[in-house]
T-cell receptor, first 112, second 113 residues
Framework: DAGITQSPRYKITETGRQVTLMCHQT?????MFWYRQDLGHGLRLIYY???????DKGEVPDGYVVSRSKTENFPLTLESATRSQTSVYFC???????????FGPGTRLTVL | AQSVTQLDSQVPVFEEAPVELRCNYS??????LFWYVQYPNQGLQLLLK??????LVESINGFEAEFNKSQTSFHLRKPSVHISDTAEYFC???????????FGTGTRLKVLA
């Protein structure tokens, strides 16, 4: 299917566990982004990538790791999950900063 | 540094009434401005955007926004809302030469019957 997909859609994990959230887009967009959405904070950028093998930190990168070995995939890893990382995570892609960002459906992560 | 302020966290309005959702930004350089809409349990979708040219931009479902450079605002308006417009609305700003958007904290629009 064309578009941007995220998996899993829902995840419950425990403090200290490693978790990887997947993001896949079929448009070959250059830019990809990871956001977290929390009540009262809106969307905050965690990491972004301008192309394969080029990534950079956003506003709230601590505790997260990303990689982009292929243009279409942009996984986000929580190396040792904490309760404060309970959130809804959105992946997005775009062709440039002037262009629309296309968002995935989100992953709701709960850390117990 | 860029920032975006959405002054209202929630806006209740009756069906067929007009609505304005406010957005102010700060930036020392030229900006691109966006409004996104998020329906429950979904990702964000673009509603409309200002890149350059005419300061009044419109969406296909009756929303419009006006870029006001002197007031650094990009307020979203609709003359007559429907129940189906109930959603959360996010204003975002980007600038040339950066990869990033800055999002506002969102305004929850609730349309009442």
């Amino acid at each position: 299917d064309a578009g941007i997909t995220q998996s899993p859609r829902y995840k419950i994990t425990e403090t200290g566990r490693q978790v990887t959230l997947m993001c896949h887009q079929t448009w070959s967009h250059s830019y990809m982004f990871w956001y977290r959405q929390d009540l009262g904070h809106g969307l905050r950028l965690i990491y972004y990538s301008a192309a394969a093998d080029i990534t950079d930190k956003g506003e709230v990168p601590d505790g997260y790791v990303v990689s982009r070995s292929k243009t279409e995939n942009f996984p986000l890893t929580l190396e040792s999950a904490t309760r404060s990382q309970t959130s809804v995570y959105f992946c997005a892609s775009s062709e440039s900063t002037r262009d629309t960002q296309y968002f995935g459906p989100g992953t709701r992560l709960t850390v117990l | 540094a860029q920032s975006v302020t959405q002054l209202d966290s929630q806006v209740p309005v009756f069906e067929e009434a007009p609505v304005e959702l406010r957005c102010n930004y700060s930036s020392s350089v030229s900006v691109y401005l966006f409004w996104y809409v998020q329906y429950p349990n979904q990702g964000l979708q673009l509603l409309l955007k200002y890149l350059s040219g005419s300061t009044l931009v419109e969406s296909i479902n009756g929303f419009e926004a006006e870029f006001n450079k002197s007031q650094t605002s990009f307020h979203l308006r609709k003359p007559s809302v429907h129940i189906s417009d109930t959603a959360e609305y996010f204003c975002a700003v980007s600038t040339s030469g950066t990869y990033k958007y800055i999002f506002g904290t969102g305004t929850r629009l609730k349309v009442l019957a």
